[in-house]
């Protein structure tokens, strides 16, 4: 029966005792969801030495923290995670589950799918109650030419991977104090595979996340010599090169180079847009950037849209200029 089915639960990703980013952001819009069903927020923490993090989980909007801690899910590993969590879920019955669209919850949920035998909705961008007091996840659809409200009608729990920096965390109120809920299940380690080494991704730079500047290139962005324009004016503006997604497929940049849906998610102060037309999900990893400039020769682009500041022009023509009044205001 669908009323038997209550809570919003937020699966607690951490990685070696450190929960992620993802984890705050779904509690505070937990925090959202709870003011129109009124419902327990509970997140849901599996690993080994973990328990510390409750107080964490509890400052940032945790009413309750389930805590299931074995040597077998020290590491991430699918199969003991998801019949640890499959467990619990139908022994607590949740009606939503949202987890981070990380490379984790993506791994994740899609298998919890099938256990539960349920509706999962990939990458929310949003997440809300209709007028009916239905709950919706918004995702692109088509290509990004539509957003799609997706409900799950018949099963339960509802669930969710939510694509990160939706939300802002909400300020911690430490101290704060909720139920601690402690489950004692037998974890057997996946007898298919073993993790014998986690190693560190190799990284082609600074984290992109955390640039003040950021100069993106996109499909306009033709050659090496065109490449190494771009990555001088982020060295004079001490920012970091980035790009949309087909200098990544075609291997002028690594994956942690590019940024929107499927990519990375940034925030900088100051945002180059070069040659990129400025599609919805390129949009959703950069929208956030306090000074969005687009350099494109179409003004049709849909990144002037959001831009606060464009020029309609061949980046070839502009940027070499830009370089060199740079330099000359640094003589
Ligand atoms: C599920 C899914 C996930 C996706 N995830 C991502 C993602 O994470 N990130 C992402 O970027 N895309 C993603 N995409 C792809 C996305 O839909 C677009 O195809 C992509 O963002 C287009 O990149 P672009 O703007 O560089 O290229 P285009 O759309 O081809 O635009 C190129 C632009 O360059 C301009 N231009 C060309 N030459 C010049 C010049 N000399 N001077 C000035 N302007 C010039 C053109 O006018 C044009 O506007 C995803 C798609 C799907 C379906």
């Given at each position: 029966m669908k009323s038997d089915y209550k809570g919003i639960w937020v699966f607690a990703e951490q990685e070696n005792g450190k929960l992620h980013q993802t984890v705050l952001e779904l509690l505070a819009k937990s925090k959202e969801l709870q003011k129109h069903n009124g419902e327990k927020i509970t997140a849901v923490l599996l690993g080994a030495d973990v328990a510390a993090l409750a107080d964490t989980l509890f400052a940032y909007g945790a009413d309750a923290v389930l805590l299931a801690e074995s040597e077998a899910l020290r590491e991430y590993s699918a199969r003991p995670y998801q019949k640890v969590l499959t467990e619990l879920a139908e022994k607590y019955k949740p009606s939503i589950i949202l987890y981070g669209a990380t490379p984790l919850g993506r791994d994740l949920a899609p298998r919890m799918m099938v256990a539960l035998d349920t509706g999962l909705t990939a990458d929310a961008i949003d997440l809300g109650f209709d007028e009916d007091g239905v709950f919706y996840q918004t995702t692109p659809g088509y290509g990004g030419k539509i957003l799609a409200h997706i409900v799950i009608l018949e099963r339960r729990p509802q669930m969710a991977t939510v694509h990160p920096q939706i939300c802002e965390p909400l300020e911690p109120v430490n101290g704060a104090k909720g139920e601690l809920l402690v489950e004692n299940l037998a974890v057997e380690g996946d007898a298919e595979y073993e993790v014998l080494e986690t190693l560190p991704a190799e990284k082609s730079g600074e984290s992109l996340t955390e640039a003040k500047v950021v100069v993106a290139g996109g499909r306009?962005?033709?050659?090496e010599d065109d490449l190494t324009m771009l990555r001088e004016l982020a060295e004079l503006l001490g920012g970091q090169i980035a790009s949309s997604r087909p200098l990544v497929d075609n291997g002028m940049?690594?994956?942690?180079r590019q940024i929107g849906q499927s990519g990375t998610t940034v925030t900088p102060q100051l945002m180059f847009n070069i040659a990129i037309s400025g599609s919805v999900q390129y949009q959703?990893?950069?929208?956030?950037?306090?000074c969005i400039v687009a350099i494109n020769?179409?003004?049709?682009?849909?990144?002037y849209d959001i831009a606060h500041i464009g020029a309609v022009v061949d980046y070839k023509k502009l940027i070499p200029a830009l370089i060199a009044e740079i330099k000359a205001r640094r003589q």
């Open positions: 306009g962005v033709k050659n940049l690594p994956h942690d959703l990893g950069m929208q956030k950037a306090k020769q179409s003004e049709d682009a849909p990144i």
